[in-house]
């Protein structure tokens, strides 16, 4: 069964907002590198347990599409490694790029491992 293109686009929609506003409220709280490689790794997390879930289309559409991706954030970390680059020299943007990175996929591998655990 396929997900109607109208609630398609509302659920990815709705996700979306609620990822961004999740986004911006990390932001508020935690500021800088930190909140940079805390949104990614917990968006990735949260996708990790999504795509391992048995869940249906309009979930995955809501959650890992819509919130996920609008969670992470791919422009801010590209964003704040040329600002690391610029102002504190190429050594520290390849340290946040290089954490950033593997905390996401960290996060990912084992979001998919608990539900795999959970479930399997």
């Keep these: 069964m396929t997900t109607a293109p109208l ?3 509302t659920l990815v929609g709705v996700g979306g907002a609620l990822g961004a506003v999740s986004r911006h409220a990390v932001g ?3 500021e800088g590198r930190r909140s ?5 790794a917990l968006g990735s997390f949260a996708l990790g347990t999504v795509s391992a879930a048995p869940i249906g289309s309009a979930a995955a559409l ?3 599409v819509g919130f996920c991706g609008a969670f ?3 422009s801010s ?3 704040g490694t040329v600002r690391a680059a610029t102002e504190r020299g190429p050594r520290d943007a390849a340290t946040l790029a290089a954490s950033t990175l593997a905390a996401a996929l960290v ?3 084992l979001g998919a491992l608990l539900v795999a655990r959970v479930f399997g």
Excluded at 36 to 40: A, Q, S, T, Y
């Design 7 to 9: 609630l398609t686009a």
């Design 28 to 30: 508020l709280r935690v």
């Design 36 to 40: 940079l490689i805390l949104v990614n």
């Design 62 to 64: 809501l959650f890992g």
């Design 72 to 74: 992470t954030t791919f």
């Design 77 to 79: 970390f590209a964003a």
């Design 107 to 109: 996060a990912f591998l």
